[in-house]
């Protein structure tokens, strides 16, 4: 199958403005990333905070200019567009913030905001319009009666239901989803999975999901790209990153996540350390300084992304197929906290139904 979205070496530096490197000096937050997707996956960007990821996300609607890099969307190369013709495009990607609040105008009705996209890509006829409204609220757990409500008058998960219905009012193929769920309780952040999950199935939307917490994108993704200090540093299907990861990085962010087992010894570990300035140049592995299996060779150039069975799964670690077998948590419920209980009585639910695999 033609893959729906394929990036190439994207690279993104920024100019310091001053201080400690001075002026003139380049940071390179982003260098060399390439994946791709095909239609109906969902493909997790993982890494922590400064790691590129909102870049990398900003980047795939050109909100953020690439310095290099293909972005081929549909077939179509979207560093090509004029700014009027990406624009046209913005219709067929949205992006969804980790804050609704701030991308919905306090002094605009629910019903009005969605409607404004559909009205300003002529998706109806001006008399269908708010019908049209009231199928996407119902599509996102709402009612016809929240249309005519300001956006205070809802709650975080509520605000978040509002921003994907609006970015699916213009019918989009790829949804970019930047922590979608960070800002929101446990219960709710579970909530607002299975319905990112539910219309998936529904309506074959593929997602971009950005995140920073293995343990929200685990039920979700199809696919994984872990990154590091702005690079990829393992990819491939999500059963083979959480069941079998082949890079240290991917290990201590799993290690990092909470575990379903309160007091368990794998409950929430820190992860140690610093990653590398993106001013100062690399000639090593970038995770070196912080990786517990390395040796000189590491330190003598950077390892380049390569297979490492199961393929299609490829890592960026010269030890990656002599790392000791990976110990994934242990499900036992009888000890689980009750929140963690809950959100996976949820998954299964969503799983029963079809909705998520
Ligand atoms: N406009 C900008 N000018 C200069 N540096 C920037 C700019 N935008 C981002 N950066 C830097 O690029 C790096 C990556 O930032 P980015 O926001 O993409 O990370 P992130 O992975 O999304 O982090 P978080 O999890 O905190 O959201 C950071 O070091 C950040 O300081
Ligand atoms: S290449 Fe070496 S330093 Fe880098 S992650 Fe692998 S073992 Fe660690
Ligand atoms: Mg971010």
Known sequence: MNPLLTVENLTKTYASPGGMFGRGATARVVSGVSFSLARGDTFALVGESGSGKTTIGRMLLRLVEPDAGIIRFNGIDLRALTPTEMRHMRRRIQIIFQDPYGSLDPRVRIGEAIAEPIRLHRLRPRDAVRERVIELLALVGLSESHADRFPHEFSG???????????????????????????????????????LAELRERLGVTYVFISHDMAVVRHLASHVGVLYAGRLVETGPAETIFGDPRHPYTRMLLAATPSPVPNASRERQVIAGEPPSPFAPLDHCRFASRCGHVIDACLAAEPPLTDVAPAPRRAACLRSATLEPYKALADSEALMSEAYRHRLGLLRQARAAGQIR
């Not at 193929?173 to 769920?181: A, Q, T």
């Open 157 to 195: 998960g509520q605000r978040q239901r509002i921003a994907i219905a609006r970015a699916l009012a213009v019918e989009p193929d790829l949804i970019v989803c930047d922590e979608p769920v960070s800002a929101l309780d446990l219960s709710i952040q579970a909530q607002v999975l299975n319905l």
